[in-house]
Nanobody
Framework: QVQLAESGGGLVQPGGSLRLSCASS?????VGWYRQATGKEREWVAS???????DYADSVKGRATSSRDNAKNTVYLQMSGLKPEDTAVYYC?????WGQGTRITVSS
């Protein structure tokens, strides 16, 4: 069974950085990153195509960079300049499957 697994979340101070990973047991197609804060709806954050083209939500544009290593079946989301409002569970989605999520908490 193909699975997605996110990792890399954690507690970080405002202004800090984290790199999230999304690993698949098979090759990826396009992958989207989403996040869900407590009490809020899940929202799209970023997308990366199989060729590496990216797109970002306005809320993270300039602070987020998505990349992929197709040889490792892994997609990354580098987040910098983190703000308290970035606190959420972050998920990857390949159009069929969701990962289990990894939490980013931004707090001093």
């Amino acid at each position: 069974q193909v699975q997605l697994a996110e990792s890399g979340g954690g507690l970080v101070q405002p202004g800090g950085s984290l790199r999230l990973s999304c690993a698949s047991s098979s090759s990826f197609r396009a992958v989207g990153w989403y996040r869900q804060a407590t009490g809020k709806e899940r929202e799209w954050v970023a997308s990366i195509t199989p060729g590496g083209s990216t797109d970002y939500a306005d809320s993270v544009k300039g602070r987020a960079t998505s990349s992929r290593d197709n040889a490792k079946n892994t997609v990354y989301l580098q987040m910098s300049g983190l703000k308290p409002e970035d606190t959420a569970v972050y998920y990857c989605f390949d159009g069929v499957r969701w990962g289990q999520g990894t939490r980013i908490t931004v707090s001093s």
